[in-house]
Each structure stands twice: as C-alpha cells, then as structure tokens.
C-alpha cells in the first residue's frame, strides 16, 4: 500500500466546510486522498514537502500544454515554416 503525506503547502480543499488551508497537510493512501488538515502527524507514508506550492485535488500537470490553448483555434493548420 503506498502512502504519500504532502506537507506543508497552500491546500485548495474544495469543501466549504473545510475552507483553504494556506498552510495543510494530504495524506493520499493508494490514490484515494484520506486526511486533509492544518498539520497531520508523521506516518509511515513518503513525504513531500509542498512549502511554496499549491496543492489541489484532481489538479496533476496541467501546466505543459495549457498555454497552447489560447493559440488552438487560430494556428491550428499553419505548419512551421508559418
């Protein structure tokens, strides 16, 4: 079973109950995020520190490709020489 507990970064929970957590802690067991709170203990899971970062669910490397959709319907068919 892998366990990942990501520390320390600004957590967008998208739950009202919870709110933002400019600074929480995830713990993600085999894929299934388990725990969210301002700090969670140390566990047996693999910890990455998100100081600095976003951390929101569902959101995983978006970041490569999006800027190209601004250009997507207006260069769609030019080749490179264009």
Same mark, same amino acid.
């Given at each position: 079973m892998a366990r990942t507990l990501i520390r320390g970064g600004h957590v967008l929970t998208m739950d009202p109950a919870l709110g933002d957590l400019p600074t929480g &802690?995830?713990?993600?067991?085999?894929?299934?995020?388990?725990?969210?709170?301002?700090?969670?203990? !140390? /566990? &047996?899971?693999?910890v990455l520190d998100a100081r600095g970062h976003l951390v929101l669910p569902g959101l995983? !490397? /978006?970041?490569?490709?999006?800027?190209?959709?601004?250009?997507?319907?207006?260069?769609?068919?030019?080749t490179l020489g264009d």
């Open positions: &802690d995830v713990l993600v067991d085999d894929g299934v995020i388990t725990a969210v709170a301002p700090s969670l203990p !140390d /566990t &047996d899971a693999e995983i !490397d /978006t970041h490569r490709h999006t800027w190209q959709s601004l250009a997507r319907g207006i260069c769609g068919d030019w």
